[in-house]
């Protein structure tokens, strides 16, 4: 068996090898009638596209989108949306050596393991160049939830150590795309920066945390038991092939915190403005007087898997990019014998900045097959 | 919508309130031919079961389980097991007078603005006991996955900011069961117990972080892109309720690590005694000349989303017991007005110890449901 | 894999042997707030019931059921709904020294070469005792639909040859119960029962064929490519143990007309009353000037695989009771020899009249899961 | 919620209008390893290519196929296969003027209600030119069957009253591509091809039965339920546009037979030839000595959902096509009221024969799931 899909409603279901002919995405369960074109699929590609700075890998790629069904007249039909972005600064000569070494942190080893062969050239299907097709599709789950109010942030909050100062949401979104790291405190971001530049020439690379933020959405999102919002939310991200942890509100924090500490206290809006919180910023614009909240939001918008109206908030471990010119030992898996292996190839030395988008596309989804999952009023 | 079921083969849909007539499971897709007992799903649900210590709630359940389909004579008929326990110990005095307040880190809120109703004793659908079902389908997978000599290990790690020391597999085997806490380590144990009591007589609770091994998997279960194996480890752990937080292998410590201390190392396994390693006690017992292995287990046993044949290694963040007795601000939902709520009934002060047969069962879950994807040599 | 769930956002899971503990269902999906009794369903059950005339079989079965989860104080949770009957007249007697004997028109050799082993006694999960599950779940799915004044009418318009005139929808709602073939045509259900004594004494069984019409479902409903309406009502009606056919509107018929005869020209219903076709009787209860209707309802109410609003109709064929008294040549699976089998137990000589409400359960079943596919308006 | 997709294990997600871009397919599941390449995908394109003789539509498409990952190599990689044919011979000039007009007997009306609006021209997803997708995705299913010797055969055995002689499977081998009907009887063949002028002279369009036959297909095949083999065969068959009925093994018939009749007796292979039977010609090239078989074959190879080992026989009754251009009243949607209409555009006056390749595709990839559906011996 084998599942390349994402969601039960608005499901996406991605193909595409690293240096195969192209990456793509088919759309199934978007709604009918909603306004869509390749320009603001493209917008949110261009985000991810690899080259954009001195810390990301040199492969160019216009990563040009390309829809091919489901819409007419610029409107959705309802019809599966496929979208193709053709590869094409695709130089396999770096692979043609090493195709048998098993790359020390990549899939190399576990894919052969699993089918017998695979396509070595970039990684083939394990490569990060999957993740064209997630922000292509997550491109379109944004452009839904907007007309619900809902916006997604993504900022770098943390890398090799460098740890980004708490600002607050009108800085994220003035910040972040202004510098390369996708930081929200630009002074951490200069450090963050150099550390990557200093890594890539040692010919290393470093990990660290990204922060996604959903605000506006409403609260029954989610489902009891397994599938809880969080729960795929969880999965959604750690599916990200460098992520290797995701928590939720206070996260792993909570390990030490009391019940007292942790639980976020309700209560109800009044014409007083609400006393000052420590997450008060993250409120939903749309508050409303009458309307029940929490004073705090530990929780990450989320009790019993279900979403309680306030900002939803996750993080995610990114790891060190594997891809890294140091020599390292590994083993041919052919001639069954252990090699050193020096990676060459072009390769981000930090990850982080280029997830953020991926990031956000995983979060839209899971939040737009929610929002259809619950049932329409009346039935 | 509404979705009850996990897993794609091996598929179990779980069903039960907390104070309803009993709580059952639905196991789909378990091969035929498999012995299988009461007894043994038993054993699982005595290791969940409430009142075994101080430090759990006093809710007296038996939790006893009947298998009320899918067996014949001791053997699995590959049709669908359906087991249930019915619920006993049912008090639902305390929930009565606060039927319509939001009890702070519950989902008393979110469910009511999901559902617009709810069965408010005992937290209805929202309840841990919730649980027992997916023990009972888990001691099922754990069956399975023995005849496969795959293993499965839950231990507390961290309570209230206490933190066990790293002991080998063999104390963990040992020592789990033997204390109150589930902790290997027998002194760090003690203290986190004395901690417990402490909370507990304050009317507090604490969190804390359980670690799962799954020992002996072979390389080759998972998926590329969404169904990585890590995803889906991910959605069953933070799917169960009190859960922020979930890691793989060195998890969020990846953040401050470069690619060259991340990344683990590829040898084979000669006649020679492999040197030693961190992880080594962690190696799959059934190691064998001329495998090829890893000589550090950073990644938890799985690369792209698929495993590795190293021990698979995941951390959870547990919060600490939303139900406390000290008084808390909330909103009554029926009167619309604020009110202090001290929650009574019984609770744990401390879920950690109890978590840990439950994410195990979610763990054998998904390792079961991963070994059955895998196609049939052959096709 | 094994798969007994039905249905995407309203999804039904059975389980049970014929001479199990119990037959049971767990209805995942069911909208929260609607009122449902055990009284409703188990008004359904009584219509499938054996032993409720001459021409059905012995088995005395109260069929009860019980709601084990999902409701509260009269109304569904949103949860799912655990629904169980025990198996009470229960003699396996009849099927041990047969045990290893392949029956003719049985699912005895089939499931023995699937699953290596079987349930024996009274067919197992095979028995046609597994639609009480059916039953129980699409009596939730009919108070659904009665919601939406969506009404769904079997009859029995066949048996061994012998035809029902065709009669109006008010003789059908008038009719079906009185007789215990449940034809509408009084008279052809008094030759009909004749035939099935006649074949009975014969220690034979025989065939028929059972019509469905679902009224007052609205125009669009259904999926274009795979999942039309009309292939998934094929799919759940096929899925009856003896259904060996399904058709649509004409059916069969379909192939010796032509285009100019089969399609139904649309027209607009204006305040002079339409004029008379053949299907008049058939239109919506709630048709109202304006609407675009078909004249004629060949297509029987589905086009491109979406409703059209006119009534859907569907016809099943149904083979003979395999279960038949006469001898037969047979293979003992055991002893590997060919043997001669005369079947004992209680078997209905025409499965055809308790076959209507399993099939009905079986149209509600795909009827709400459709309603509930179509995404709520606005999103 | 919308869903294209086909199949739980090979899992195919068609997309396209007729007059779109392209039409496509991303088959999910395909195992690794498989060698595969465009011809053999295009052979089977070729076979329902419009414009190959003078009875079908005139459209004139070279459907040529492009697999865009998945493969390396000539081998299939276990990862998605992405394939897509480009629209190319496309004219939407006749649909401009009807573009409002519910065409009697097509999906206008129906998808309009559904979606509030659509790609009219050409019919757009409702198109048959969707099943390009459908027969490139079943030529991956028939390869993989065909490395287990499981061959699919379809053939027209009526057309506008003119029924076929019953001819062996030689006969059907070898008469089949001769002639443009696809009918194995050569001079019922000439008499239907005859007929097929005769309508289309008149403005019109005929139907006709389509048989398909599985050979080699193992017993055990299939699931109890709702997922039986028959189920989801018909579902498939009936998801084909033009299909309005289905039947396996007798089908209809059974509804006047005996159980006596109708019961397949079992039988031992003996070194002796077995005496003739009626479908003895049908009976799996791979007896052997001491296999259990059935003596007749009117279960159509299906017995309790789950396949015996003889072959399957479905049969599906495939409606005229409703585009003709004898003019019919109708309905202008936009305008809302009654107009005439007469259909241009180029249309096959009988679709029976292009929809045999189609069929055999549906019945394949039914075959292959089931095929990997079954757990892998030893789990």
């Known amino acids: 068996m084998s599942n390349n899909s994402f969601g039960k409603i608005f499901k996406v279901t991605t193909w595409g090898e690293s240096h195969g002919e192209a990456i793509g995405v088919v759309v199934d369960g978007c709604p009918a009638g909603i306004e869509l074109s390749e320009a603001e699929i493209q917008h949110e590609l261009d985000r991810r596209k690899p080259g954009l700075s001195e810390i990301t890998t040199e492969r160019k790629e216009a990563d040009e989108v390309k829809i091919l069904s489901g819409t007419?007249?610029?409107?959705?039909?309802?019809?599966?949306?496929?979208?193709?972005?053709?590869?094409?600064?695709?130089?396999?000569?770096?692979?043609?050596?090493?195709?048998?070494?098993?790359?020390?942190?990549?899939?190399?080893?576990?894919?052969?393991?699993?089918?017998?062969?695979?396509?070595?050239?970039?990684?083939?299907?394990a490569s990060a160049r999957e993740t064209v097709a997630r922000v292509a599709a997550g491109a379109i789950a944004k452009r839904i939830l907007s007309i619900h109010n809902i916006q997604i942030l993504g900022h770098v909050v943390e890398v090799g150590g460098i740890r980004a100062k708490e600002v607050g949401l009108e800085k994220i979104r003035e910040n972040v795309e202004k510098n390369v790291v996708r930081c929200a405190d630009l002074e951490a971001a200069r450090r963050m920066e150099d550390k990557i530049k200093e890594v890539k020439a040692e010919g290393d690379s470093v990990g660290g945390i990204v922060e996604l933020i959903a605000l506006g959405a409403p609260a029954g999102l989610g489902e009891p038991v397994f599938d809880k919002l969080d729960a795929e939310l969880a999965k959604a991200l750690m599916s990200i092939g460098a992520v290797k942890g995701v928590e939720i509100g206070v996260g792993f924090k909570t390990a030490r915190m009391k019940g007292s500490e942790m639980n976020d206290e309700f209560y109800i809006i009044t014409a007083e403005p609400a006393e000052n919180t420590e997450v008060q910023e993250n409120y939903l614009s749309g508050e409303q007087e009458g309307e029940i909240r929490t004073k705090t939001n530990n929780a990450g918008g989320i009790l019993g898997g279900i979403s309680t109206g306030e900002a939803i908030i996750c993080r995610i471990a990114v790891k060190p990019t594997p891809s890294i010119s140091k020599p390292q030992r590994s083993v041919d898996m052919g001639l069954m014998q252990e090699v050193e292996i020096k990676i060459k190839g072009r390769h981000d030395p930090c990850i982080c900045p280029r997830i953020v988008p991926v990031a956000e596309a995983m979060v839209a989804l899971v939040l737009v097959d929610y929002l259809m999952r619950n049932a329409p009023p009346g039935i």
Chains 1, 2, 3, 4 share one sequence.
Do not use: C, H, W
Not at 76 to 102: C, F, H, Q, W
């Open 72 to 125: 007419f007249k610029g409107e959705t039909l309802g019809t599966p949306i496929s979208m193709l972005v053709r590869n094409k600064d695709v130089d396999s000569s770096p692979y043609e050596p090493i195709k048998n070494v098993a790359r020390p942190g990549q899939a190399d080893f576990s894919y052969q393991m699993k089918y017998g062969l695979r396509d070595y050239r970039g990684g083939g299907r």
